[in-house]
T-cell receptor, first 112, second 112 residues
Framework: DAKTTQPPSMDCAEGRAANLPCNHSTISGNEYVYWYRQIHSQGPQYIIH???NNETNEMASLIITEDRKSSTLILPHATLRDTAVYYC?????????????FGPGTRLSVLP | NAGVTQTPKFQVLKTGQSMTLQCAQD?????MSWYRQDPGMGLRLIHY???????DQGEVPNGYNVSRSTTEDFPLRLLSAAPSQTSVYFCASSYRQVYGYTFGSGTRLTVV
C-alpha cells in the first residue's frame, strides 16, 4: 500500500471547519483513500473513504485532487468532541494479503 | 446490534501465563483482524482472517495464535506472556475489504 504523509498536529476553533491534509503521491490506480480517527483510549472510528470522486457523509467530506496525489478531510463544523488523532490510509481494493497500516496520523485539537 | 465486542477490557498477567482475548461481532462481517497499539506508534497488525476457517499472519504475529471457527468470533491467544506484549489490543471487522473497519473498544493488557 502507498505511504501517506500528514502533519503531526493541527488546531481548529470550535464551530469552524477543520481541514486535514494528506499526501499520497505514490498512490496506485486501485487504491482507495480512507480516513479514521481515534479519540483518546478508544478504538479507531471509521470516517469516510473514496477512490477518485469527492465523498460526503454525515460526519465529513473527503476531497481528492484530480491527480489523486493528495486529499483533504473536512469536518464542516468542528466540536470539542472532534479532538482526536486522524489517520489517512491508502490501500488497494480486495487486497486480501494486506491490511490497514496506521501511521502516526494528525493530532487535531479543537479549541473553545 | 452490539458491533465489535472485546473482553476483557483490562487484564494483568504474570510473565509466562497464557490467556485468550475475546472478540465477537454480530454484523456478519467476513473480515476480522487483531491489532496492537503501543505508545507513540500506530496500529500494528497481528493476525487477520478473511472468513471462517481462514487465518493469516500480519506484521507482528510472534507469540500470538488465532483461530476462526465461526464468522462471529476471532479470539487471540497469548501463549506465554512476556512484558513486551504489554499493549492495547484492538479487534476490528469489515463486511468487505473495501469497506471501513469497525473497531472494538480495546483490551489493555499489562504483563509483569
Amino acid at each position: 500500500d502507498a505511504k501517506t504523509t500528514q502533519p503531526p498536529s493541527m488546531d481548529c476553533a470550535e464551530g469552524r471547519a477543520a481541514n486535514l491534509p494528506c499526501n499520497h503521491s505514490t498512490i496506485s490506480g486501485n487504491e482507495y483513500v480512507y480516513w479514521y480517527r481515534q479519540i483518546h483510549s478508544q478504538g479507531p472510528q471509521y470516517i469516510i473513504h473514496g477512490l477518485k470522486n469527492n465523498e460526503t457523509n454525515e460526519m465529513a467530506s473527503l476531497i481528492i485532487t484530480e491527480d489523486r496525489k493528495s486529499s483533504t478531510l473536512i469536518l464542516p463544523h468542528a466540536t470539542l468532541r472532534d479532538t482526536a488523532v486522524y489517520y489517512c490510509i491508502v490501500r488497494a481494493h480486495f487486497n486480501y494479503g494486506q491490511n490497514f497500516v496506521f501511521g502516526p496520523g494528525t493530532r487535531l485539537s479543537v479549541l473553545p | 446490534n452490539a458491533g465489535v465486542t472485546q473482553t476483557p477490557k483490562f487484564q494483568v498477567l504474570k510473565t509466562g501465563q497464557s490467556m485468550t482475548l475475546q472478540c465477537a461481532q454480530d454484523m456478519n462481517h467476513e473480515y476480522m483482524s487483531w491489532y496492537r497499539q503501543d505508545p507513540g506508534m500506530g496500529l500494528r497488525l497481528i493476525h487477520y482472517s478473511v472468513g471462517a476457517g481462514i487465518t493469516d499472519q500480519g506484521e507482528v504475529p510472534n507469540g500470538y495464535n488465532v483461530s476462526r471457527s465461526t464468522t462471529e468470533d476471532f479470539p487471540l491467544r497469548l501463549l506465554s506472556a512476556a512484558p513486551s506484549q504489554t499493549s492495547v489490543y484492538f479487534c476490528a471487522s469489515s463486511y468487505r475489504q473495501v469497506y471501513g473497519y469497525t473497531f472494538g473498544s480495546g483490551t489493555r493488557l499489562t504483563v509483569v
